[in-house]
């Protein structure tokens, strides 16, 4: 694809409720990266992966967030029993290199708790 | 781990000068500093990059400076245009695959 896609861009939830991001990287890039903005914020690290691999995840916030690429390209972002402070944007990035080097993000889906 | 500091928070130009915002960072083992601009509500756009064996980069109005001893890098804008007033944000790659991102900076560019 011409970039890196996600989707929805939007997504309001009722505490409690369960979400799935996704994420659609660049073509054949093998780093992807899930990076959570809130307001008036820098980007935060979630989580990285090396193709099929979740080689760290270390930024997530909770035993809640849990991230998978089982194929190796397409990434989902899974947010479980959402709670206010999860309202935030949230990034997902690839890279053709296998480093953070070079990496081009997505739009983001912003996701508001109420 | 890593600490980026970016300052200043807002920036107010007018078009025609230069613009500078500088980062900190904290880890000696980082070794690639991107740039990205990040518009309302759109993604964050890589801009210009460095890497720790270099010390300056340049692409047309945009440029990279490092300092490898003090441990800061610096963003510069000459002849600056409104499409340039953005949000910008310094970042580290530290030890792994990680990047750090600063606070950011508001760049307004006065016509």
């Known amino acids: 694809g011409a970039g890196v896609s996600q989707s929805p861009r939007y997504k309001v939830a009722k505490r409690g409720q369960d979400v799935a991001l996704r994420c659609d990287p660049i073509?054949?890039?093998?780093?992807l990266f899930w990076y959570q903005q809130a307001l008036g914020q820098g980007p935060e690290f979630l989580t990285y992966?090396?193709?099929?691999?979740?080689?760290?995840k270390s930024g997530l916030p909770s035993d809640r967030f849990f991230a998978e690429r089982p194929e190796g390209s397409v990434s989902t972002l899974k947010i479980q029993r959402t709670q206010q402070e999860d309202s935030a944007v949230y990034l997902c990035?690839?890279?053709?290199?296998?480093?953070?080097?070079?990496?081009?993000f997505g739009q983001g889906t912003r996701l508001t708790v109420v | 781990g890593e600490n980026v500091e970016q300052h200043p928070s807002t920036l107010s130009v007018q078009e025609g000068d230069s613009a500078v915002i500088k980062c900190t960072y904290s880890?000696?083992?980082?070794?690639?500093f991107p740039w990205y601009k990040q518009e309302l509500g759109k993604r964050p756009q890589l801009i210009i990059d460095?890497?720790?064996?270099?010390g300056e980069k340049k692409d047309q109005r945009i440029a990279v400076t490092l300092n490898k001893t003090a441990k800061h890098f610096s963003l510069h804008i000459t002849e600056t245009q409104p499409e340039d007033s953005a949000v910008y944000f310094c970042?580290?790659?530290?030890?792994?695959?990680?990047?750090?991102f600063g606070a950011g900076t508001i760049l307004r560019v006065k016509s």
């Open positions: 460095i890497r720790s064996n270099v």
């Open positions: 990035a690839s890279s053709s290199t296998g480093a953070a080097t070079e990496a081009f």
């Open positions: 880890d000696s083992a980082s070794n690639y």
């Open positions: 970042a580290a790659k530290e030890y792994g695959n990680k990047l750090v």
């Open positions: 992966f090396q193709n099929e691999a979740q080689l760290d």
């Open positions: 073509s054949g890039h093998v780093s």
